[in-house]
């Protein structure tokens, strides 16, 4: 362990999900232990605290959707589920000193650069001011919650919900429940509650692309040391394999072939496949993994309808078609809006420039952690950095490039460093030049991806191993100093 430097720029830190807590692990490793951790729950853990509906996990295996500093974690299954992966996380925190550094019940609202000061000056919503040389955004990119704008929603006189904000009171037990929505969340809640429903009416909009889960060799304590690390290569390996082939219109097209072909063995009856199969080419959407989906969706209690939404009434939902859906709960499996960074936040930087303004044109930043104009100022899962990986791997390159910078900005001679804005149009162009190639653009793919004008402004369009060499250090020359 490094000796602490004395001279180690106050740091702000907002969001206690594996962003902050990954963070707080490096600075600390560098010797930094001026920062604190500002989290607007009673609890740490993001969208792993929030999202507790019934068969909530994730999609990239245990051994990978971890820490690369804590491996040694008994994963009881080789999919992380939403209680042990939030038991893990404060495992993590607990274990490497994070947890001593977060302030509960403290939410950033807004957050000024004072340029002649050189600090951020943040307020929280309980008015309280607080001064940081140095302010980190790590609340994640799935934190804003996205409700459909649907005729009618506050006239419903029975249970309704979203999925992210889950009723756990609610018993599916013998009801008839709408659920509006077919994305991630709900491949995973539906099969949960199908077996005690009466009656599913899953009202899709949007066909998916579901593939099977791979399925690794699993051992709770994974093994070895050694065969703990092997295993995380290999599953290492086959998503950057994964990644390789939907950067390329070619072998996302192979990729569409292979899944329709997997989806007639999973569908049998051709009216069903027919609604189940998408209009849009595979890799537009995040392609989703489930083994219980397709057999869910034909059970005799599960309806599956893609006739519109007119209006949701006092009783239920009237589709497009006249029909009425009288029902007992509705459930929105509608997701979030990622491509609002940082919301509800307010960042403003030098010359009174809000964050906002600067990105009109869509969300931009160098390597999705800093941004022009904004000195001092550290994004963690920024603009285009979500991958079709785990996110980990990303949020630890990024903190380990800001625990650089914070050095950089603990030397006792520098002030303050702002990207160079000819460095951030470069590396954007590159950016969406290189999206734009990919089946992401393509004409008839409409996504969470992208803002509200068509901009790709949440994914990586390489692999991981391309972000961490070009994160791997900080070119000086990328960023203009002032000296104290």
């Known amino acids: 362990m490094a000796s602490r430097d004395n001279r180690s720029p106050r740091i702000a830190i907002a969001g206690s999900g594996f962003?902050?807590?990954g963070l707080a692990y490096w600075l600390k490793k560098a010797g930094i232990d001026n920062f604190t951790i500002y989290e607007r729950a009673s609890e740490l853990g993001g969208v792993w605290r929030d999202n507790q509906y019934p068969g909530a996990a994730c999609d990239v295996p245990s051994r990978f959707y971890s820490y690369s500093f804590e491996q040694d974690y008994r994963w009881s299954a080789p999919y992380g589920t939403q209680?042990?992966?939030l038991r893990y996380l404060n495992h993590c925190a607990a274990k490497h000193g994070a947890l001593e550094h977060i302030r509960f019940g403290t939410e950033i609202a807004a957050?000024?650069?004072d340029e002649a000061a050189g600090l951020w000056r943040l307020k929280t919503n309980d008015g309280e001011e607080i001064e940081a040389e140095i302010f980190v955004s790590a609340v994640g990119l799935f934190n804003k919650i996205a409700y459909p704008d649907i005729e009618g929603q506050n006239t419903y006189q029975g249970i309704q919900f979203h999925s992210a904000r889950w009723d756990q009171k609610f018993d599916p037990a013998g009801k008839t429940i709408a659920v509006i929505g077919t994305g991630a969340s709900a491949v995973q809640f539906v099969p949960a509650i199908q077996p005690a429903a009466g009656t599913i009416k899953l009202f899709q909009r949007t066909a998916q692309y579901v593939t099977s889960r791979m399925v690794p060799d699993h051992?709770?304590?994974?093994?070895?040391?050694?065969?703990?690390?092997w295993q995380r290569l290999r599953i290492f390996r086959q998503f950057e394999n994964i990644n390789f082939r939907r950067g390329s219109i070619e072998l996302t097209a192979l990729a569409q072939a292979e899944f329709l072909a997997y989806l007639e063995t999973q569908v049998p009856d051709a009216k069903l496949r027919a609604r189940l199969t998408p209009d849009y080419r595979f890799g537009c959407k995040r392609v989703l993994q489930s083994n219980d989906w397709y057999p869910a969706l034909q059970k005799p209690n599960v309806e599956v309808i893609d006739t519109p939404i007119k209006a949701i009434t006092g009783a239920g939902i009237d589709t497009s078609d006249g029909t009425s859906h009288p029902v007992d709960a509705i459930i929105y499996g509608t997701g979030f809006i990622p491509t609002d960074f940082l919301a509800p936040m307010q960042i403003t930087g030098l010359g009174g420039q809000s964050l906002d303004h600067a990105w009109t044109g869509g969300a931009e930043a160098y390597l999705g952690i800093t941004v022009s104009g904004f000195p001092n100022f550290f994004m963690m899962y920024g603009p285009n950095t979500n991958t079709a990986a785990s996110i980990i791997f990303m949020l630890e390159n990024q903190a380990r490039y800001i625990v650089k910078c914070a050095r950089e900005l603990g030397r006792g001679t520098v002030h303050t460093m702002n990207l160079r804005g000819t460095v951030q149009r470069e590396y954007n162009a590159e950016i969406q030049t290189r999206i734009g190639k990919t089946v992401l653009m393509d004409a008839n793919c409409h996504s969470y991806f992208q803002d509200p004008s068509g901009k790709v402004?949440?994914?990586?369009?390489?692999?991981?191993l391309e972000y961490k060499r070009r994160t791997r250090r900080v070119?000086?020359?990328d960023y203009a100093f002032s000296r104290a």
């Open 219 to 229: 051992k709770p304590d994974g093994g070895t040391k050694i065969a703990r690390r």
């Open 111 to 113: 957050a000024s650069f």
């Open 475 to 477: 070119r000086l020359s």
């Open 457 to 464: 402004t949440t994914q990586w369009p390489g692999q991981l």
């Open 19 to 21: 962003g902050g807590i």
């Open 83 to 85: 209680s042990e992966i």
